[in-house]
C-alpha cells in the first residue's frame, strides 16, 4: 500500500492569515510550507497528489446542491461543501479518480466565507430544514485538514434551526469530535460494505467492525448516525454477505439514533473502467453484467441491482422497521419495484428527511416541516 502521508505543504498568500491555515501548519510541524500566488494544479512536475497539500482561498462558490441531480433519477436535494478537494484513500471505485487530476490535494481555509454562505441558503428559507455534508470530493474525516475543519463547523451548526451537517468518513478518526457541543445537529456517517469487498476494494480504509465501533463511540457521546450501503457489489452470495453487515451493524448500534440509511449500487462513468484496471489490476469488480444508463453511469442491470436493493432493503427493515432509508442516484421505477412506493419528485423526497427527522429528532427539528415551504 502507497505511503500517502502528507510530504509537502503549499500555501496561498491568499490564506496565510487564517485561523484554520495555522490550525493545519501546527500538525506538521516538521513540514516548512512553500508560499505562492497561485497553484499549478494541472502540473505533473509535483509528486502524488495525495501527498501534497495546497491551503487557499475558494475562487467560486464551496456550497452547492449535490450534483447528483439528473431528470431522470430521484434526489433527495442534498447541499455539498466541497472544502477538501482529494482523499487519502484508496477505494478502486473511487469516482474522484476520474476527475479529480490536480497535482494536490486542495484544502480551501476561508472558513468564516464557507460559513457566511451555508448562513445565506439557512435563512432564505427559514421553514425549509437544510442537509448539508462535506464527503461529495473526499472522506470528511481522513485528512487532520479535513477534521480541523469539521471541529469548526460542528459548533457552527449546533446554532443553526434549521439545517444539519453529515459527515462521511471510512475511517474511524473521530476522537477530536467526541467532546464538541453538536445540539444533535450532526450526523456522523460511515460507508458501509461488505468485510470482502473492503478488503479486497477499499485499500487504506478502516474494517468493517472498526468502523461500527467508532459509530458505538460516536452515539455514545450523543451524536446522530447514518451509514451508507454504497456501492453495493455484485460479490458471490450477496445478499447473505449484506445481511452479515447488517448483523453486525445492529450489534452495537441502536436504530433509534440513525438518522438515515442510503442504498446505492456500483456506478462509475464508462471513463473509469480502463482507469480502475490500470490501477487495481486485481480488482473483483470488472468484469461485470453492467449496462451504461441514461447518466452515461455504468450499472448492473437492472434485474441484478432490484434483487440485491430489495434484499438489503426489507433486512434493515426487518430489525429496524422505523429507520428512514432512501435509494441514492436511482429511478422511480427502481423505488417502486424495491420499497413499494416511490416519492412523487424531489421535493417531496426532501420534505420526507425533514419530516421523518422532526418525527423522531424533535430536539434537530424543532418546527412540523410545512410541505408548500419545500416547493
Known amino acids: 500500500m502507497p505511503d500517502y502521508r502528507i510530504k509537502k505543504i503549499f500555501l ?16 506538521y510541524p516538521d513540514i516548512e510550507p512553500t508560499i505562492v500566488q497561485g497553484f499549478p494544479l ?9 501527498t501534497v497539500l495546497y491551503l487557499t482561498h475558494s475562487k467560486g462558490s464551496i456550497v452547492k446542491d449535490c450534483p447528483g441531480i439528473v431528470p431522470e433519477h430521484l434526489c433527495c436535494r442534498y447541499q455539498v461543501i466541497n472544502q477538501t478537494l482529494n482523499c487519502p484513500l484508496n477505494c478502486s471505485y473511487c469516482i474522484l479518480q476520474d476527475y479529480l487530476n490536480q497535482a494536490a490535494t486542495v484544502i480551501y481555509t476561508d472558513v468564516d466565507i464557507i460559513q457566511r454562505a451555508v448562513q445565506q441558503r439557512v435563512t432564505t428559507q427559514p421553514q425549509r430544514f437544510f442537509r448539508f455534508g462535506t464527503g461529495e470530493l473526499g472522506d470528511s474525516l481522513a485528512l487532520p485538514a479535513s477534521r480541523l475543519f469539521a471541529q469548526r463547523l460542528i459548533p457552527f451548526f449546533a446554532s443553526l434551526p434549521n439545517a444539519i451537517l453529515e459527515l462521511k468518513t471510512k475511517t474511524v478518526a473521530i476522537d477530536d469530535l467526541l467532546g464538541l457541543s453538536h445540539n444533535e445537529h450532526t450526523v456522523i456517517a460511515w460507508s458501509l460494505n461488505a468485510a470482502a469487498v473492503i478488503k479486497q476494494e477499499e485499500h487504506g480504509t478502516a474494517s468493517l467492525t472498526d468502523r461500527i465501533s467508532a459509530a ?17 457489489v455484485l460479490i458471490p452470495d450477496a445478499n447473505t454477505a449484506y445481511r452479515q453487515v447488517i448483523d453486525v451493524l445492529f450489534e452495537k448500534i441502536e436504530p433509534a439514533r440513525i438518522a438515515w440509511i442510503s442504498l446505492g449500487s456500483l456506478r462509475f462513468p464508462q471513463s473509469l473502467e480502463e482507469r480502475i484496471r490500470q490501477r487495481y489490476p486485481n480488482t473483483k469488480l470488472l468484469p461485470a453484467e453492467m449496462i451504461a444508463g441514461r447518466d452515461r453511469k455504468m450499472r448492473y442491470f437492472r434485474p441484478l441491482r432490484v434483487n440485491l436493493y430489495r434484499s438489503t432493503y426489507q433486512y434493515i427493515k426487518t430489525l429496524a422497521p422505523d429507520v428512514f432509508v432512501y435509494l441514492c442516484m436511482e429511478t422511480p421505477r427502481i423505488w417502486e419495484e424495491v420499497t413499494g412506493s416511490r416519492p412523487q419528485d424531489n421535493t417531496e423526497l426532501d420534505y420526507r428527511f425533514a419530516l421523518n427527522l422532526y418525527q423522531c429528532f424533535p430536539r434537530t427539528v424543532t418546527l412540523a416541516p410545512l410541505r408548500a415551504a419545500y416547493y
Open 12 to 27: 496561498d498568500e491568499s490564506a496565510r492569515g487564517d485561523e484554520l491555515t495555522s490550525a493545519i501548519l501546527q500538525h
Open 42 to 50: 494541472k502540473s505533473t512536475h509535483h509528486s502524488n497528489p495525495k
Open 216 to 232: 458505538q463511540r460516536v452515539q455514545d457521546a450523543g451524536y446522530l448516525l447514518a451509514f451508507h450501503f454504497d456501492p453495493l
